[in-house]
Antibody, heavy 120, light 107 residues
Framework: EVQLLESGGGLVQPGGSLRLSCAASGFTFSNYAMSWVRQAPGKGLEWVSDISGSGGIIYYADSVKGRFTTSRDSSKSTLYLQMDSLRAGDTAVYYC?????????????WGLGTLVTVSS | EIVMTQSPATLSVSPGERATLSCRASQSVGSNLAWYQQKPGQAPRLLIYGASTRATGIPARFSGSGSGTEFTLTISSLQSEDFAVYYCQQYNNWPLTFGGGTKVEIK
């Protein structure tokens, strides 16, 4: 059974940094693209980033480009999201999701999410 | 950016009735369209991908149709556990984009 577990969320001041992790199990991690999707409180879903199975191809939403960095460690079956220069508008639940072999696909399954709150 | 528009925003349906949800893309996405269900306090769950293929474990009462710019999610006979918010998502072009969601509520 595929399991994804995010961690690393919390309260951070504007301009601060945070690193999220997503521990994966139940599948061959390096064979699949992975994604980050976020959801602001009471709002809809917003795609954040995709990374290929090898880590060599990465895409970002314009809203986070230049501030967020996605990476992965296949030896640990873990996906990361380094978030810098955080803004109030980045406040959201951040989900990791498994994709298919190539980047740019549907998302499923999803982790439970981790809440990031950017506030002074 | 491809804009995904879902309608209606809220759909009031009685248990056992049929629900039809619409999703429109601002330009063609072929069949690269997925549907998700999200219940309060939970992560989204993949229902449909490729516009019409049910994901693993999804009941047959959920069906997807359409291609190009017009898509439909049909729930043939609503069960109590189906009352939730439903999102469509295109994966034909970057950035990947979601619709604003349709809330299916009990009538």
């Amino acid at each position: 059974e595929v399991q994804l577990l995010e961690s690393g969320g919390g309260l951070v001041q504007p301009g601060g940094s945070l690193r999220l992790s997503c521990a994966a199990s139940g599948f061959t991690f390096s064979n699949y693209a992975m994604s980050w999707v976020r959801q602001a409180p009471g709002k809809g879903l917003e795609w954040v980033s995709d990374i290929s199975g090898s880590g060599g191809i990465i895409y970002y939403a314009d809203s986070v480009k230049g501030r967020f960095t996605t990476s992965r460690d296949s030896s640990k079956s873990t996906l990361y999201l380094q978030m810098d220069s955080l803004r109030a508008g980045d406040t959201a639940v951040y989900y990791c999701a498994k994709g298919r072999a190539a980047v740019g696909s549907w998302f499923g399954p999803w982790g439970l999410g981790t809440l990031v709150t950017v506030s002074s | 950016e491809i804009v995904m528009t879902q309608s209606p925003a809220t759909l009031s349906v009685s248990p056992g009735e049929r629900a039809t949800l619409s999703c429109r893309a601002s330009q063609s996405v072929g069949s690269n369209l997925a549907w998700y269900q999200q219940k309060p306090g939970q992560a989204p769950r993949l229902l449909i991908y490729g516009a019409s293929t049910r994901a693993t474990g999804i009941p047959a009462r959920f069906s997807g149709s359409g291609s190009g710019t017009e898509f439909t999610l049909t729930i043939s006979s609503l069960q109590s556990e189906d009352f939730a918010v439903y999102y469509c998502q295109q994966y034909n072009n970057w950035p990947l984009t979601f619709g604003g969601g349709t809330k299916v509520e009990i009538k």
